[in-house]
């Protein structure tokens, strides 16, 4: 093993990272705003890839325009889906969020399913599908694209985060729901935007993994394997989701990379027990986590 | 009709069932389930067989996260562990499957006190996350640990024997469900209203409290991961032999997802709730399988979305109750029974 497997490793490790990075930030925008692990981030992804697909591949629509559409009807389902399903539910316990969203991603992987069919479909390629070798490593431009994505959402977010009015109302509400309502916060409208936001994030990165993966079922896999990622990173930490991706993504590379049965599958999750029991709050998320 | 309760004994004022409709309604059930097989079609029995293994895995489930409040999304994988751990005693050691199974539910406890060390500090999200990389981690062992399991490959068990009668038709295997079933809600039933079962509400309810008050937190969550994995492990064990086939694909994250969705249908913290809950994901699938034959000649497209309608509907179904009644089908039930106890004399 040279020091140049090691370096394409590390960059395919890296490229990958930052896909999970892009899907984690969604339930981070969620999981501040309002205390909830989307189950259905998955399935948010998977629809984000087959309306883009729908709008380019089969209404023919020129991809900038198809893929604004693909957002603004994203942004819609989550106004639906908040909406319809999780504002009945506001104050209900943890075990009645999670089974909601659990509910909501059979619902939604039955309705893409029933659109669209199982079988992978071929994406138009509208990204330049080219290699550069950078570093002495070859790495595709598709990938090279994700990362730059990557870090044009951190920055959003992280600007959102600290400057917008309704950024700072998310902080509140996550801080103290209690509080912030009686400060004249509305959680209705803030927990609307939050999922709008995840919906388009979870489309943006749907429409990238389209682009890498193809549009097929598994993208739904990859909404379960982000679980180490956003615990790693803090599960209410932008930057946090970021540095995870980069080093869930990086350890499934070495691990595929220099062991041969399979290990990459669990190596995550083996992870993602020790984050929990050393420092379950993750590297960049705050100490709230209530120990009995 | 009920007019008051009188009792003048501690004995009949302590007793599971103790007005004269429930004792009614006892016999009743008892009866049906004994007159039962009799009458059904070989397709309904196999849709019992179904209900009752599924009974006995919802009320451990139901011990775990409607009693005691701990998430836990690793159904599927405590499943596994007690369907191998059945099928591997009775193919390779011979072992009987009356001895077998209770050893296969004792090996699951053990796995799931592992598996519950975790919730000595974590609780609410944190947990499910970590069981669910419980689920995941055992997945894999299941399907890459060739030399115990045989991977991906299917274990063949063999029909077990019973009094010289080989329990391979649903009609025969029913019977043993049937009193597997009975016994373990029994056991539940009693569990609750022991020194045992309070400790559990108490902390599901307020466990910084519960510790106030003198109860150990970390024994008795680890008791409720025990004795959930042991009746989890009994259905897994269970299914491995009524099947007489045990593969991997039968303990998904699917299956832990449809075991927490038959709790929350049926009602948190009951039992009849696991029972009803247990049904209504058993059939609901058949029905709209029915439904969908039926209609084949003439809606042939029918067919062909059918898979989707059955997942659609089984989201659909969770957020339903989630959103409307919150407390299940057990409180419709409930709320049934309510009305009919003075009936007609309800105002």
Known sequence: MGSDVFLQLTVSGLSNGMVYALVAVGFVVIFKASDVINFAQGEFLLFGAYLAFAFIAQFGLPWSVGVLATLLTAAMIGLIVERLVLRPLIGEPVISMIMVTIGLSSLLRAVVNGIWGVRPKAFPNFIPSGEVEFLGAIVGIDRLLVIAIAAILLTVLTLFFRHTRDGIAMRAIADDQQAALSMGISIKRVLAVAWAMAAITAAVAGIMLANTVGVSHDIIFIGLRVFPVVILGGLDSVPGAIVGGGVIGLLESYTAGYTTSGLELIVPYIVLILVLMVRPYGLFGKEIIERV | MESGIFFSDYRSDMALRRMPL??????????????????????????????????????????????????????????????????LLTVRLDVPFYLSIPAAAAITAVAGLVVGLPSLRLKGLYLAVATLAAQQIVEFVVTHWDGLTGGTEALVVPAPELFGARMNTDGRFYWILVVVALAVALFAANLFRSRVGRAWVAIRDQDIAASAIGVNVFAYKLLAFATSSFLVGLSGALLAHYRSIVTWERFTIEVSISYLAMII???????????????????????INTLGRSLQDTAPWAATVLPYVQQGVFGLVIILFLVLEPEGLAKLWRNVKDYFRVWPFSY
């Open chain 2, 22 to 87: 429930q004792k009614a309604r006892t016999g009743l059930l008892l009866v049906g389930l004994v007159v039962f097989p009799f009458l059904a079609t070989p397709y309904w029995l196999n849709l019992a067989n179904q209900i009752a293994i599924a009974t006995i895995g919802a009320i451990g489930l139901n011990i775990l996260v409607g009693y005691t409040g701990q998430i836990s999304l690793g159904q599927g994988a405590f499943m596994a562990v007690g369907a191998y751990g059945s099928g």
């Open chain 2, 265 to 287: 249908i049926g009602g948190l913290g009951t039992i009849s709730g696991s029972f009803f809950g247990a049904s209504l994901i058993v059939l609901l699938p058949a029905m």
